[in-house]
């Protein structure tokens, strides 16, 4: 699809970027789809096709097992089973696409929620001749829990249910019904066939009654810049940069990457967690001066006074700032085998601050299937998501989740092994 | 509060953010791990990782060694370029020799071991001599499906190893790098970057890559389906004859397993071009090492390889 030209035209101009996120049971036919826009956008390259159809021959297929490309690890192609997130890449002429590749089951919730952690869109599959399935309510719950903004419901094997409108349009409405009850601002519904084709790059000749876009088109055209929080600065040191040379003696500049809001030279600013004020002198880009500065860009931001900053404070506006808070309410998702539980103590990672964390109290479970909430629950077992009260040794200057997803979020790393072993999304701190 | 601006649609492009996340990456590195390293061959990856890592300590120097596993059979165009970035940056360089590590009975040299798999133990010798507690390397998961899996932080034991079905979830941009001792981390900035990324920041940044990269005369035969460069490394076996053609190289790595491709592209603008209608990719056309079996990238990778 990219041709030479535009690619060289696209090194200057501004080709952008969507990340989305893959959902669906083993058999909805996740792999193939994405074999398809893989194939269908020329990113799959001659090496790899030949390994994978030699694969499939060897394996005595009758056809090529465009699921080979995608597992990757040894232990996947010998079950035939996708064990664990994978990325994946591929690009038309005005965007690229990066594909969080989740397994459909074991361990579904953990790898959802790692996917589904940095996409702008979730892509849920339903088998047509299944309808909704517990997995596809399931994968809906979780990307509206991590508040990915744009989700996709792909009705997929059309072609095995005769493209049946009045399939689709059931389908369509028990999914709308269900989605009220989450937050899900945008959604799209488009039945297509994975393994024909239908309606994945190309608009399907059988189906004339669905006059919508193609999947590929509705994903290069989807609006994503709007989702981001350009009214809240949120500059989250990471880095003090102090060259101490000769040309740069009294460079003193603190590096971070804009995690809300639009930062200019001449803004006053409070630097938290001090609550000292100071006023933006200016900012560096590498090399370069720049007049602002706003999400995700990685940049260098100068303060008029000589006021201490270090990693894992954060410059914000001075009215409209987080209020530093050691005790958490959030959802966390339980990602290890040993239970999480009241007492507990972990460490925590939230923006680049890091502290110790005690669990006061397991509020509830939450049922992902049917948003049922057990407030009988003592613990959270591998894979579970609860609505937990945390105490945090430094005080995190956080924001609700649901206002921004940088500052909202924390992980929580288990002292002993080192392992991430939760999630979690602030709902408030205080 | 201030009403969201409209002016501006306040848009980065790919590139752009792409390159935002590997600074953030870098920066989050130096600023938690006590002795990083970068690993850099002086091939194009690792020269557009040394880059950003430039731009992301700028006006400070980068404030960490890079690290160079010389195989003794390294391209000299490559070397002269790596001691070219080098110098310009002001960093130090450390090389990890195999020739020495064979001397000193690190590995073995048995004569059928490719000197790729001989990197292994000499890279895992030399981190765990320096202290090395985090290794930036230029891997991208566009290169080969085992490596679509592979974390940016991706974990390694006391002996280097990597356990695919044990790695850590990785969720945001929040990167967990919790280390036992004498274990270490391999970081991965450009995980997310694809072979036209490179390229695209390659001549977006004007930056200087080593001139095998780009079409020139070369004395090469075919083996394999790959044309190989004929040297005294690397000499002709019976049935081979070599020949002049107008090629380049699409990876820099040992001499002996690396192939090149037919080519007229002088300028990064025309390898660009002729990237994008590519119909295979560079490890396919190129790399002899990663033939030997459906997993040889994952079995390398498991026992410490980058």
Known sequence: MTTGEQAVEN?????????????????????????????????????????????SQAKGYDYTDLALLTDGLRSEREQGITIDVAYRYFATPNRKFIIADTPGHIQYTRNMVTGAS???????????????????????VLLSLLRVPHLVLAINKMDLVDYSQEIYEKIHAEFKQF?????????????????????????????????????????????????????????????????????????????????????????????LPSGMTSKISKIDRFDEEIDEAFPPMSVTVHLEDDVDVSRGDMIARIKNAPKP???????VCWMTNTPLRPRQKL??????????????????????????????????????????????????????????RTTGSFILIDEATGVTVGAGMINTGS | MSAPPTHVDYQLSQLDQLEAESIHIFREVAAEFEKPVLMFSGGKDSIVMLRLAEKAFFPAKIPFPVLQVDTGLDFPEVLETRDRWVSRLGVNLVVASIDEAIEKGIVVDDGKTSRNRLQIGTLLNAIEENGFTAAFGGGRRDEEKARAKERVYSHRDEFGQWDPKNQRPELWSLYNGRLHEGEHMRIFPISNWTELDVWSYIAREGIEIPSIYFAHQRRVFERGGMLMTETPLNPCKDGEVAEERTVRFRTCGDITLTGCVEST??????????????????????????????????DRKKEGYF
């Open chain 1, 118 to 140: 940095t996409a702008d869109l979730g892509l849920v599959l339903v088998d047509a001749r299944q309808g909704l399935t517990e997995q596809s309510r399931r994968h809906a």
């Open chain 1, 179 to 271: 989605a009220t009850k989450l937050n899900i601002p945008d959604l799209e519904v488009i039945p297509i066939s994975a393994l024909k084709g239908d309606n994945v790059v190309e608009r399907s000749e059988h189906m004339p009654w669905y006059s919508g876009s193609t999947l590929l088109h509705h994903l290069e055209h989807v609006h994503v810049a709007s989702d981001r929080d350009l009214v809240d600065v949120r500059f989250p040191v990471q880095y003090v940069v102090r060259p101490k040379s000769d040309d740069y003696h009294d460079y003193r500049g603190y590096a971070g990457q804009v995690a809300g809001g639009v930062l200019k030279p001449g803004d006053e600013v409070v630097v």
């Open chain 1, 11 to 55: 090194v200057t101009q501004n080709m952008d970027l969507l990340r989305f996120a893959t959902a669906g049971s083993v058999d909805d036919g996740k792999s193939t789809l994405i074999g398809r826009l893989l194939l269908d956008s020329k990113s799959i390259f001659e090496d790899q096709l030949e390994a994978v159809e030699s694969s």
């Open chain 1, 325 to 331: 808070a050691q005790d958490i309410d959030a959802m």
């Open chain 1, 347 to 404: 460490a925590i990672k939230h923006t680049t601050r890091t502290g110790r964390t005690m669990v006061k109290d397991i509020q509830y479970r939450l049922d992902v299937n049917t948003l049922h909430r057990d407030q009988d629950a003592t613990e959270l077992e591998l894979n579970e998501i609860g609505r937990v009260q945390l105490r945090t040794t430094v005080p995190l200057l956080c924001d609700p989740y649901s206002k921004n």
């Open chain 2, 265 to 298: 592209a002088s300028t990064v603008e025309e390898i660009i071009e002729e990237i994008a209608v590519a119909r295979v990719t560079e490890r396919g056309a190129t790399r002899g090492d990663d033939k030997f079996s459906e997993a040889a990238m994952e």
